[in-house]
């Protein structure tokens, strides 16, 4: 059996989140009935022409400057042309070759080491409108509300080698443009969308493939599923004797497959040529330093942070930081003085599965990071359990206040004075001579009945580790 | 009232009250009326002239109003009028309405002007003779049987006719000069990037530009006052200051072997005369070579084919302009919705573009036409290092005859004195310099980027010692 390697590129198209459209004023928000938010220039009237929007540059320039690349002095705009009934003007707005970002590198965790994927180039391109299907019997409807919305389409080398690593990869982008504030990552609304070029070789060749292109990938989890099922079929193809041709293909979700969506067409000639309606824009030091100032700290620089300063594990770093609210929520918590890992931990668990249950963004989280480093410093100095911790977690989501008022007013405060669970623990122990045979005997595991006994009669207020100490001392053979 | 009045003695008219702008639109409407065999206008928008004249008037009462408050005009039926139809001459736009105003059409209004309509032109301004008009040619009023030039022609046939004071046009390879010159007005095609292509139906976007025709240079010198200028709408628009004529007592007038050998006799004696005019105004003659003029045209039609292929593309009959009805499927409305909407020239020069842009051919005509352009460029700029201006014909010939040019890269050799400085974006003036054959011919004027000034200064001049613009058809 032949060891087959798979060479995956994605070509991620980020919708920038800027208030109006690449070459018009018209507004660039998602989800207004269809063709009212397109103007004349949107729509490719006679004699209309495109302005850039200057904002659009400089948020192609923040993720270039993100990402390490190499930048130009000067770029310019080209048309790409086609016909197409969603492309208004026959053409697309588009960078050919000379596009705003040049090679650059997005550096991820994966498996538990760091990745450098290489970034070919980034462009700025305008989108079409959409097609719209279903809703019409043998019609097709066209909604140009999209037409012109700025896209920044990032192109990955072919630096990806499983399925799984591809989708860390579209995560990391993910992350990547949200921190930088150039893109709002709303996947259902296709802000970004990802292509995904495939193709398998015998492991240990350095010749590439064949490959084929998905297109439309808009989940992380189809992206996985579709290159999975893509290399599959490739291989499937190879072994028997088959060849895979060049084709643009379709991922069909229902039945887990891809399908071409051109048929054998050899690539279309899209006939670029430089827009003479607009000028080579021009990146001047200033329009650079001003996009560089908008570059914060970037998730692989937090995860080397949380790492180095806190201590923090790989695998909670890479969940602290894949979402820059996430991350913001992290840090204003430990800004508290709570323990990290204690914070990290709370933050993993309890409010991520709190805010999975409501549909809640981090962002609105009802309990304030301030709060939730209270409670973690109050379980820290022994105040409270950290399993009475929860039950006040709990209630501050639920009801808000204060912790300690919530301690206090529920008498949650655990039962540390030495005497009091003293005595509670030697009634546990003179209330059940069989177990303390058993325990005497040998079996240690008995203990637990123990501790259980002991915190129900605490109320659950008693400290685990305090309890313990004591039912040791006091199971010891007299 | 009379027709062929300047406009500044329209505008002293007006101030005096010897007429109201009503009074001097309705002149001008039953003129167009009573000339309606010239075929100037695709469309006369009189009700729409008569309220803005009366607009006109009530600031004159108001003592309001600048230099043009009043005044008559007419826009080619490139630029956008809003509520009020623009046709390109195609049958593709034949029913398209804009609800917007080009930059041009609303920078006139609001200097007073007062648009009596839409003039014929080529299809989306390709043609030399206004013939591939959709609405039929305008034609000459020299000779009716003659072409008025284009494509721009229905504009200089109004202004040439006496049916209106002024008028805009668009020249992308020669479509304001070459018709200026058939029809014996003054045309400027200003420095590309001088006036906003805003709402201007675009056919080659690197080439085309806006400018004026007017019965002397001191009136297209008072319109394009009026119409340049950036426009935050148009990217490649200058930000420069207002044009001012910048006259100089002795100016190196240079006169390019290229344009100058080969003439026809009666036109080379018509056009040397003219140019001894500005060397007895003082001016030195200055004997200059633009080696790259011949390859001028095939560069041209290159660059502006490829263009415009792309720049027709959204003709598709899906949201505005010509349908086909009951289409089969897309390709089906797309095909027929083109095939009938556009004429056979425009169909020509979509085809040759898409052609020169394709893989395999991009190098070898687009690439090669850009490079062309530089040195054409070049020529120009080098030129400028030893004179301040250049003199030339404007065309072969005087106009021929309307069916006389039925091959196309003939029709296209008309361009040949016109497309290079279209080529080089440099500002470029028609003056009337003569007649032969009783025809009017054309002396061209081409200037440095934004000297618009000293072209303006020289063709003052010229007008000041001759009287080629003063005459005029019997209409």
Redesign the interface.
Known sequence: MQDWESVIGLEVHVQLATRSKIFSGADAAFGAAPNTRACAVDLGMPGVLPVLNGEAVRMALTFGLAIDAEIARTCRFDRKNYFYPDLPKGYQISQFDQPIVGAGVIEMEFDGVTRRIGIRRAHLEEDAGKSLHEDYPDLTGIDLNRAGTPLLEVVSEPDLRTPAEAAAFFREMHALVRYLGICDGNLNEGSMRCDANVSVRPRGEDGLGERTEIKNLNSFRFLRQAIAHEIDRQIEVLESGGRVVRETRLYDPRSDETRPMRGKELSEDYRYFPDPDLLPVRVTPELLAEAGARVPELPRDKRRRYRDEFGLPDADTVFLTADPDVAAYFEATVATGCGAKLAANWIMDRVTASLNRTGLDIARCPVAPERLGGLIARIEEGVISGKIGATVFDVLWEEGGDVDAIIDARGLRQVSDADELGRIVHQVVADHPEQVGQYRAGREKVLGFFVGRVMRATGGKADPRQVNVLLREALRTP | MQPFTSIADLGRGLARGDYSARELTSFHLERIAAADGLNAFIRVTEERALRAAEAADRRIARGEGGALNGIPLAHKD???TEGVA?T?ASRM?AD?V???D?TVVARLAAAGMVCLGKTNMDEFAMGSSNETSWFGPARNPWDRGRAPGGSSGGSAVAVGAGLVPCATGTDTGGSIRQPAAFCGVTGLKPTYGRVS??????F???LDQGGAFGRSVEDVETVLGAMEGHD?????SAARGPTRRNGAARTRIGLPAEYWSGLPGDMGDCLLAAAKELEGAGHALVPISLPHTDAAVPAYYVIAG??A??N???Y?G???GFRAEEPKD?DDL?RRSRAAGFGTEVKRRILTG?YT???GY?DAY?LKAQRVRRRIQQDFLQAFDEVDAIAAPVAPGPAFELGAVDDPVAMYRQDVFTTPASLAGLPAMSLPCGFVGGLPVGLQLIGPPFEEGRLLALGRQFQQRTDWHLRHPEV
């Open positions: 490139i630029f956008c623009t390109c736009l398209f804009p609800p917007y080009a292509r805003y709402g201007m139906i675009a080659a976007s690197s935050p709408l148009d990217s490649t490829a263009e292929s792309a027709l593309s959204r598709d899906v949201r505005f897309l797309y898409t842009l394709s893989v991009y687009y």
